[in-house]
């Protein structure tokens, strides 16, 4: 006879029990793998993402600096061959005007019939004019005092404007002495400054340029290169450093200009 357990394992209830566990088995297995699949669609992307950025980054840092200093380096030509032009105009306007008014006297021998000036004038003033527009922006920079007192290009031209006037002044004025036109040269100067700069930047640089460009000119007439009439400041005029100040504070603006 069978027994009494077989007929217990058998019944419909024991096979609906069994039927869950199956089921709840499998349920479990499906959880499993959508947690596996889950887990490796967000980790791919993330590989994907972390390897990208190694490999990217390292790439457009020498190229970025690299374009960056030749553009630096072209900028920076570009601005000294402007700045040795206005220094080659101006010295051939300015000494022009000295030599016409019997000023400056040249050797016969050395004068270019053309600009009535020795021929090493204007290569030296554009060469000068080069190192002091270049020198101020970089002074600036170095003192952490940008410059921002009138910065555009018509201040820059009224300035220009005002320097040749300067020079004109102590082409064509006639005082009782000389003493007398250096001062109001010198006021002129200061008034120039005082427009159209007005930083200890460009009036530290601008009594530097007068001492050493003065310097110079002394040993150049001393040397008998050329000379000055009726001088009366060992070997050239009193007034010579007015216009020399001045100068430097056009060239500057100019180099600061350019340097925008």
């Avoid at 058998?10 to 349920?27: D, E, F, I, T, Y």
């Avoid at 600009?115 to 020198?135: E, H, K």
């Avoid at 036109?181 to 930047?201: H, K, Q």
């Avoid at 070997?235 to 504070?249: A, D, E, H, K």
Wanted: charged letters at 10%.
């Amino acid at each position: 006879m069978p027994r009494l357990d077989d007929h217990l394992w058998s019944c419909p209830c024991a096979k609906g029990v069994k039927h869950r566990s199956h089921l709840r088995a499998g349920a479990g297995g499906l959880e499993a793998k959508v947690g596996e699949m889950t887990t490796s669609s967000v980790s791919g992307p993330s590989l994907l993402v972390a390897h990208g950025a190694g490999g990217t980054d390292p790439a457009p840092g020498p190229q970025s600096s690299g374009l960056g200093g030749h553009s630096w380096h072209h900028h920076l030509l570009q601005r000294s061959l402007v700045l040795f032009s206005v220094g080659v105009v101006l010295a051939l306007v300015l000494n022009l005007l000295q030599v016409q008014r019997n000023v400056t006297l040249f050797p016969e021998e050395v004068i270019a019939t053309i600009f009535s000036s020795a021929w090493w004038v204007p290569p030296c003033c554009g060469t000068a004019a080069a190192v002091v527009g270049l020198l101020y922006p970089c002074i600036d920079s170095r003192l952490g005092e940008p410059h921002k007192f009138k910065r555009e290009w018509a201040s820059v031209m009224r300035c220009v404007a005002v320097f040749v006037g300067i020079n004109h002044a102590s082409a064509k004025l006639d005082f009782a002495n000389n003493v007398q036109l250096s001062l109001t040269l010198a006021a002129l100067s200061l008034g120039l400054w005082w427009t159209f700069d007005r930083s200890r930047s460009g009036l530290g640089l601008g009594i530097t340029i007068a001492f050493l460009a003065t310097l110079i000119t002394q040993l150049l007439v001393y040397n008998g290169v050329y000379q000055y009439t009726s001088p009366d400041f060992l070997y050239i005029r009193s007034w010579l450093p007015c216009i020399f100040f001045s100068g430097g504070v056009t060239v500057g603006n100019i180099g600061r200009q350019l340097a925008m």
